[in-house]
Each structure stands twice: as structure tokens, then as C-alpha cells.
């Protein structure tokens, strides 16, 4: 009986035991799944606070895009009725929209030359586009020609040089407070004025730039309908027509100066037809052709055609290549030409060689004249 009594209360201890234990380890379950739920929670207000995050970074990306400083600039050309009148109206848009007038030309129609108007304008960047716009109220926009040159490197280069140099005035003027003699003294001042002077620069350069940033550069040309201009071709095309534009212009400056010389080829032609009438007298006659006897024969004649050309200038209105203009220079060249042979070389003037000579030379200095007439 006693030791039922053991085996039965030992029974009863195990059960006590085990149901004891097996609380505790559901309690410790119960416990981990609450710690990993809480865990999960924590995680899920990581997560939804990463978010946020991330759209704030966007929105800084964005920011930094827009923060972009662009200089505009650009060409429009306006056909209008008065271009007068349209130049004041693009000068009250443009001081309306808050801009400027930097230069301003204008030319009234008169004979020979049309009616125009130039303007240089600076608008504000932000309303450059409906300041664009609003220029088809005032004429017609033939072309609008823009470009832009992104200078946000330049203005940050700017910007971190203005503010090494503006720690570094402090710290000369912290030195110079604590300058002991007179040459630590002039150093400093020497160091902090020069670079007093190069942050000066650099404000002003930097100021420059951002007043080109806010305000777009435009150049306006207004035109009448007669008067506009054909618009630019670029490219091929472009580059034929510049082509040809190039090679008209080459030709007309080689007209007008052959027309300057033509006078004076004339005159030269003269001379070289005397002494061509020279040199051809002294062969037909066995006399030697050196340089100095064709001199000696030619001398008189070339002297009677200058006095001859300077007569015809002098008395006559017509032109060197008239036939009466000719016809003086041949009289003179004959007459004065036999007259200092005679009295002046003492060279002989038989009627033949005379004949011979008023005939040549008549041949020489109208024969050109009258086909020139004929061909006129």
C-alpha cells in the first residue's frame, strides 16, 4: 500500500511537472510571436518613412534641374507696314514686360532706300517666350532665331572662388589686427588688398553673369514688305549661296577696278602704239633697233600725244574713246611730233614719211576708237 501511494504521487508531481513546463513554452511562443509582430511593425514604419525620403530626394533632383542658369540670346525679323511706329510698340512691350532697351536705330524711307528699324532689347528670361508672342500684334514674324548657352559650371566656379577669397580677406584682416611690426604690417596690407581687388573681380564677373541669365539678349530688324530679308539657308544650300554671293562680289569689285584703270590702259595703249610706230619706221628704213635709237625716234611723238591728251582733256567734254577726242591726239602727235623732229633732233620730215606717219598713226589711235563705236 505504501509504495502505491509513492507510485501515485509521483504520478501526480509529473503531471504537475509537465503541465508547468508546457505553459512556460507556450508563454515563450507567445512571446515571440509578439516580439515578431512588433518587430514587423517597426519594420512596416521603416519602410513607409523610407518613402518620404526617397520623394524628397526627387523633389531635390527637380529643384537642382530648374536651378539651371541659361544665357539666351537670339535674332527676330519683323515685317511691318511703319517701321517707325513699330519700334516704339515693341518698345513699350518690352519695358512692359520689364525689360530694356539697349540700342536703338531707325531710317525713314527716302529715294533710293527703304524704311527700317533695328533694336537690341534685353527681356526678362521668364517672359521671353510670351514677349515672342506677343511681336506677332505689332507685324508679321518672318524668323525668330534663339540660342542658349548653359553657364551653371561657370557661375558655381564663380561662386566657390567668391567664397575662398572672402575667407581668405578674413583671415588677412585677422592678421593684419595682429601685426606686431611694421613689415608683417605692410605685408598684410599688401596681401589683403590684392585680394580685396581679385574678390572684386570675381563679384563683378559674377554679378555680369547673372545679369545675363535674367535678362535674354534679342535683336529685332523691322522691315517693309519691300525691304525684308530673304531668310538665312543653311546647311548645302547655305553654303552655295554663300558661295555665290561671295563670287558676285569678287567680279564686281574686278569690274570697277578695271574700270578705274581703263583710262589708263587707254593712255599706256597710246603710248605703246607710238613706239610701236617708232620701232616699225626705223626697221623699214635699215636703221638699227637698239633701245636707244627707237628712243631717239619715238621721243617726239610720245611728246606730241601727251600734249595732244592733255588738250582733248582740257577743251573737249567727250569721252577718250570718241572719235573727235582721237582725232586731236592724232593732230598733235603728228604735228608736234614733226616739229621737234625737225628742230630738235634735226631729223628730216620728207612728205612721204609724213604721209606715212599721219597714216599709221590714224590707224593706230581711231582704228580701236571706231570699232569700239561700232560695237556700242
Wanted: hydrophobic share 50%.
Amino acid at each position: 500500500m505504501r509504495n502505491f501511494a509513492r507510485v501515485r504521487a509521483t504520478a501526480v508531481v509529473t503531471v504537475v511537472l509537465v503541465g508547468l513546463l508546457a505553459g512556460c513554452s507556450a508563454s515563450r511562443s507567445g512571446d515571440s510571436t509578439s516580439a515578431a509582430d512588433s518587430s514587423a511593425g517597426k519594420g512596416g514604419s521603416a519602410l513607409s518613412g523610407a518613402a518620404p525620403q526617397a520623394g524628397a530626394g526627387t523633389e531635390q533632383v527637380t529643384s537642382d534641374a530648374a536651378g539651371r542658369q541659361v544665357v539666351t540670346t537670339g535674332t527676330a525679323q519683323l515685317t511691318v507696314d511703319d517701321p517707325r511706329k513699330a519700334a516704339s510698340a515693341v518698345v513699350a512691350l518690352v519695358e512692359g514686360e520689364g525689360g530694356r532697351v539697349d540700342a536703338r536705330k531707325e531710317q525713314t524711307a527716302a529715294e533710293g532706300r527703304d524704311a527700317f528699324a533695328q533694336l537690341t532689347v534685353r527681356i526678362p528670361s521668364d517672359d521671353l517666350t510670351s514677349t515672342l508672342t506677343k511681336l506677332e500684334d505689332i507685324g508679321r514674324v518672318d524668323q525668330i532665331n534663339l540660342s542658349a548657352q548653359d553657364v551653371t559650371g561657370t557661375a558655381e566656379d564663380l561662386d566657390a572662388r567668391i567664397r575662398a577669397l572672402k575667407l581668405s580677406v578674413a583671415r588677412m584682416e585677422d592678421l593684419l589686427s595682429r601685426a606686431t611690426s611694421n613689415a608683417d604690417l605692410i605685408a598684410a596690407e599688401n596681401a589683403l588688398t590684392e585680394r580685396q581687388a581679385n574678390l572684386e573681380s570675381l563679384q563683378s564677373q559674377r554679378a555680369r553673369l547673372a545679369e545675363q541669365v535674367a535678362l535674354s539678349t534679342l535683336d529685332i530688324t523691322l522691315t517693309t514688305p519691300g525691304n525684308a530679308p530673304e531668310p538665312t539657308t543653311h546647311g548645302f544650300l547655305g553654303g552655295v549661296a554663300a558661295g555665290w554671293d561671295a563670287l558676285v562680289a569678287m567680279l564686281s569689285a574686278l569690274v570697277l577696278v578695271v574700270g578705274v584703270l581703263l583710262p589708263w590702259l587707254a593712255f599706256a595703249g597710246v603710248i605703246v602704239l607710238v613706239v610701236v610706230f617708232a620701232t616699225v619706221g626705223r626697221r623699214s628704213h635699215a636703221q638699227g633697233l637698239t633701245l636707244g635709237g627707237v628712243a631717239q625716234t619715238a621721243w617726239p611723238f610720245l611728246a606730241g600725244t601727251v600734249a595732244g591728251w592733255l588738250v582733248a582733256l582740257l577743251t573737249l567734254d567727250s569721252s577718250p574713246r570718241s572719235l573727235t577726242f582721237g582725232a586731236v591726239v592724232v593732230a598733235s602727235t603728228v604735228v608736234v611730233g614733226m616739229l621737234l623732229r625737225v628742230f630738235v633732233t634735226g631729223a628730216g620730215t620728207a612728205a612721204s614719211f609724213v604721209v606715212v606717219a599721219t597714216t599709221v598713226l590714224a590707224v593706230f589711235l581711231l582704228g580701236w576708237r571706231l570699232v569700239a563705236r561700232l560695237a556700242a
